[in-house]
């Protein structure tokens, strides 16, 4: 198969000679026009929004972006680290208002749990940066989210807790039910005056005269008064609801009948001698769930009866 081959025509020889140097200067030459070409394509592409769809300018407009949005997510970042800052505050807060309504403070162990959960890495589709730094933000979001619900739970509780309060602290046996003297080591075990042993004494003998005023240690209802057979004599048990009962013994006289609802401060009866007694005193116990409790570690020895009692008069 023969080569194709350019000839052209020479005045100077009147022949006709083979043109060596055409292709090689054909090849240079469609080159150059190429890139001429191309350049002045790009050119025009560029002038005109990338027009024919190259997709430089796409290119460039999405690295601004990712460079904007990549600032931005560290401005969100720094603003929630501060929100978390002061949810920390809070809860911090929240616990002292706990422990003012007797709740248990809410521990690190209790916080952590209330998070719960495993931290899955979602792929948004964008860059590797990108994608990480919209993973860390969703975590930090979704725990601060948890952290407002665990609050909010806290504060409910805490609301309820101080609404069942400001009905309960009234109904606590928390005033020495007479004046009169008593020893601070008289609840317990103790060598009985007549009896002659080692006896357990359920609760505190308060000494003075007999008719000596007897008042309602907390606001509750009487379950049960008058004489009895046992060695109290004549005696009132009050209910004061919550698991609080009070239990006076060897009185005089009874004020108030069963059933009748009391105030605390109400003076229910005056202190005298019956039942086994050596003296005029007030026996006095404290029960909180039918588990005998300390009186002594419920009195206000400073308590001023007649103004409890003219306060009394003056809310009826």
């Known amino acids: 198969m023969s080569r194709f081959k ?5 005045p100077r020889t009147l022949s006709f000679i083979e043109a060596r140097w055409f292709k090689t200067r054909f090849a240079m030459l469609s080159m150059v026009l190429g890139m001429v070409v191309l350049a002045i394509v790009f050119q025009t592409n560029q002038l005109y929004d990338d027009v024919l769809g190259l997709g430089f300018q796409r290119s460039k407009a999405l690295a601004a972006e990712n460079a904007i949005l990549s600032d931005q997510l560290r401005v969100f970042a720094g603003r929630l680290q501060t929100i978390q800052g002061r949810l920390s505050s809070l809860s911090d807060q929240g616990n002292e208002l706990r422990l003012l309504v007797d709740l248990p403070k809410l521990d690190n162990d209790t916080r952590e749990a ?7 890495r979602l792929d948004f589709g964008v860059s590797g940066n990108v994608n990480r730094m919209l993973n860390d933000l969703r975590g930090s979001i979704s725990k601060a989210e948890k952290e407002i619900d665990l609050q909010q739970t806290s504060y409910r509780e805490a609301v309820t807790k101080f609404d069942r309060n400001q ?3 009234p109904c606590i046996p928390a ?7 008593y020893s601070m080591s008289g609840f317990g ?12 004494h359920e609760g505190l003998d308060i000494a003075n ?12 209802i009487v379950e049960a008064a008058g004489r009895t057979q046992a060695g109290l004599g004549i005696m009132m048990v009050v209910n004061h609801g919550y698991g609080y009962t009070t239990v006076y013994g060897h009185l005089d006289k009874v004020l108030v009948r069963s059933g009748e609802r009391v105030k605390r401060g109400a003076m229910i009866a005056r ?3 019956t039942g086994i007694a050596t003296g005029p005193h007030l ?10 409790q300390n009186p002594v570690d419920y009195f206000f020895d400073d308590v001023d009866y007649k103004k409890i009692e003219e306060q009394l008069a003056f809310s009826h």
């Open 189 to 200: 075990m103790r060598f009985h005056p007549i009896y002659h042993q080692m006896m357990p």
């Open 114 to 120: 209330g998070y719960g959960g495993t931290d899955d």
């Open 167 to 169: 009905s309960m602290y």
């Open 209 to 220: 005269d007999v008719g000596t005023p007897v008042y309602a240690t907390g606001d509750g």
């Open 271 to 273: 202190s005298g001698r």
């Open 283 to 292: 026996h006095y116990e404290v029960r909180l769930n039918g588990v005998l």
């Open 175 to 181: 005033i020495k039910p007479m004046e009169g003297y």
């Open 6 to 10: 350019l000839y052209f025509f020479s």
